[in-house]
């Protein structure tokens, strides 16, 4: 059986960087399709001309496939598209909003388009616009997430019974345990972000990394419910804004108490007791900050041995 | 490889069917166990007579292990012990307290005990009092949750990697995708409870039942956090508590808008509008009410063809 994420993206493994705001640039996308998986650079936190710069690098660091994350709600969201137009990349994953109005202009120049979604009706409606895959994303992730909460569990069996574009699982996966468990549930790919924040290559901040590193397996928490839920490590941030949520505060009142750049305070400035920390639920399983070479030969090793493993344990279902 | 859950409780498979509050009586625990795996009579809905005579009816309607749910919290929970201690059940499931407390009187007279826990900290706990087994429940289970909210892609792993006594995943597992991925994450066996009840021998009412199959995969939601988080299906009651929670309400206005009753009034007596109807955010991919027998040579069948399957689409990270 052939790999359709891999033939989509031309690439040797399922693995997918998450494009992730002030962490994933051209080092980090570059080290991971050097590896042969698909390294994404994060367009979020990058004005136009700076991730022109990006690209740039990206191809001189590698001459695998990588792509640009792009967050469709972004206010220059065209001048976004016009770079990646013009510096000609092939592989666009599109978040928060609809792909159905950009998509046209990347099919015509043989862009492969991957969007994300948190449920089955956005999953039914980035097929129907022409959408090549779709990255299933639970609310084990962190940063920005759906509404409807659903984890990996509940989304990716619905998305694999009713949807006929490959699959791409995220939120909370980390190890080769939760890519097994992926491809189990009816992936075909795997989207990995906070266990790739957590490497050398990373453009984080060494405090955000660490607190990555440091957290339990209950140090992420959902917040901002009302303007938008976000899944980020506990701090004294976090704190505050849950007890306005539990006094009812509004969304006027949320949005003061976020003020603005608080991800780059907190991921990029190192600031981990004001910034907001994004960081999805798998945070208690990682606990080591490689090199993202590393930490690919582990996951493919270990997928490797975690096969036999789940095999023999399974026997005990055979009809026998 | 041996399978430690089927060794521990004596079955063929080791799928247990959860101890679920006016769902789960002798009828649904009994059908469970004849085909082989282990059925629970849920004590939470019932007062120590009924649960004897519960006990007394599943003894004569298999000569299967069978098993006990009771949650510790129950104010006459000493006398619950007392009939399950008298009716000599072998195995008892633990949730809601802490089993350290009644352990020993298990322990005694070689009562198996499995606790479900939402946490790795509550896992460990449960292994150092002397528990045989753990059910790590994950946030998408219906009913009563965990505060941290983890789900199962991030509880199990965490707890195989640091518990040795055998985890049994819950939350969410309706079918073999859902038990193959478990295994993967490192449980070796499964807790399944609104699949369950959504059976012929369930003693739920049948609008709750039709309730479950209508549901789609968005159609549950997380509520009453500030008096003990809670999974069910949205209708009237939870969109009322909802907007009081959105409004910054007291746990006294929460508990006074919950009143008394309220799972009874939706899973028993029907009313699923106005009742509290619990159920895991797997409803999704819920869409029949078959009988127990044939749901259970369902999962047989389909985890023996999804492991073919599975060994095919892992191949692609053979290294070769």
């Given amino acids: 059986m052939k790999n359709r994420v891999c033939e989509l993206f ?47 690098k990206c191809k001189l660091a590698t001459n695998k496939p990588y792509g640009v994350n792009l967050p469709l709600l972004r206010g220059d969201i065209e001048d976004l598209i016009k770079v990646v137009i013009e510096e000609d990349v092939k592989i666009v994953f599109t978040s928060a909003g609809h792909p159905g109005k950009y998509i046209d202009r990347f099919k015509d120049r043989n862009v492969k388009v991957a969007h994300v ?109 009302k303007i938008g839920l976000v899944r980020a490590i506990k701090n004294n941030f976090t704190e505050r804004i849950q007890k306005l949520e539990s006094e009812g505060a509004s969304v006027e009142q949320l949005r003061e108490a976020l003020g603005a750049k608080r991800e780059k305070l907190g991921i990029f400035d190192g600031d981990v007791d004001e910034g907001l920390i994004e960081a999805g639920q798998g945070v208690g399983l990682i606990n080591d900050i490689p090199a993202v070479k590393e930490l690919f030969d582990r996951f493919i090793s270990e997928i490797n041995q975690e096969t036999v493993v789940l095999n023999d344990k399974l026997k005990v279902f055979t009809n026998d």
């Fill in 10 to 56: 031309q690439i040797r493994y399922p693995i997918i960087q998450a494009g992730m705001v002030w962490v994933s640039g051209w080092k980090l996308a570059s080290a991971v399709s050097n590896c042969g998986g698909l390294g994404l650079i994060g367009a979020g936190s990058m004005k136009p001309d700076l991730l022109r710069e990006h690209i740039q």
């Fill in 117 to 225: 979604v948190s449920s089955l009706k956005q999953g039914l409606k980035a097929e129907s616009v022409g959408c090549d895959a779709i990255v299933g994303e639970g609310v084990e992730a962190g940063g920005h997430n759906g509404a409807d909460q659903l984890s990996v569990f509940s989304l990716i069996p619905s998305l694999s019974q009713n949807v006929k574009i490959p699959i791409i699982a995220a939120g909370g996966i980390v190890n080769s345990k939760g890519i097994l468990a992926a491809f189990a549930l009816g992936a075909e790919g795997v989207q990995v972000g906070t266990r790739f924040a957590a490497t050398v290559e990373s453009s984080a901040h060494d405090n955000y990394k660490r607190k990555i590193v440091e957290a339990q397996d209950n140090s992420t928490v959902l917040i901002l419910q």
